[in-house]
T-cell receptor, first 112, second 111 residues
């Protein structure tokens, strides 16, 4: 029973590099989310998706892109990494509405 | 958009005492209020939630209260235990299906 799986767990990027954070869920959830967590700042919503082919911006979308070609996968793309993107990234999924969101273990990203 | 404020940022209690964490929200359209617990190195996990048509909900040692008029809600943990030590987040969800979180409260329960 995997739930929400994120890869990689840790990554160091140089300024200007690009990378994709992978997220997959096996619960057949329509709703998926990407959050970033900075110390003392809680979780900020980057992007979310209410189903395959549909994505929408959250609070802090600048510098990121997402796609949702399947129900299971919701990758987050950083095109030109900047030090301000150093953070812990969490992917989550839910059935939508007033239901529990299940989180992955997180990806700790450092941009140097 | 929704803005959620959470207090206190840190809370230290003695084992067996109660702990209370408070949150306020700005958007009166929000109608779902979950609480998440995050242990070190892990993702947040839901511990209790409440919907806007309910004023209070309890699950063993954990309870949540909601005051829609004042736009605030609180988490109450009674008979705290060392394993309750973690970071707790409140959140509010409005009709657009995104969920906004508070900044978190680091709870330490001293044995």
């Amino acid at each position: 029973n995997a739930g929400v799986t994120q890869t990689p767990k840790f990554r160091i990027l140089k300024i200007g590099q690009s990378m994709t954070l992978q997220c997959t869920q096996d619960m057949n959830h329509n709703y998926m989310y990407w959050y970033r967590q900075d110390p003392g700042m809680g979780l900020k919503l980057i992007y979310y998706s209410v189903g395959a082919g549909i994505t929408d911006k959250g609070e802090v979308p600048n510098g990121y892109n997402v796609s949702r070609s399947t129900t299971e996968d919701f990758p987050l793309r950083l095109e030109l990494a900047a030090p301000s993107q150093t953070s812990v990234y969490f992917c989550a999924s839910s059935l939508g509405g007033f239901t529990e969101a299940f989180f992955g273990q997180g990806t700790r990203l450092t941009v140097v | 958009g929704e803005n959620v404020e959470q207090h206190p940022s840190t809370l230290s209690v003695q084992e067996g005492d109660s702990a209370v964490i408070k949150c306020t929200y700005s958007d009166s359209a929000s109608n779902y209020f979950p609480w998440y617990k995050q242990e070190l190195g892990k993702g947040p996990q839901l511990i209790i939630d409440i919907r806007s048509n309910v004023g209070e909900k309890k699950d063993q040692r954990i309870a949540v209260t909601l005051n829609k008029t004042a736009k605030h809600f609180s988490l109450h943990i009674t008979e705290t235990q060392p394993e309750d030590s973690a970071v707790y987040f409140c959140a509010a969800k409005e009709r657009r299906d995104d969920m906004r979180f508070g900044a978190g409260t680091r709870l330490t329960v001293k044995p």
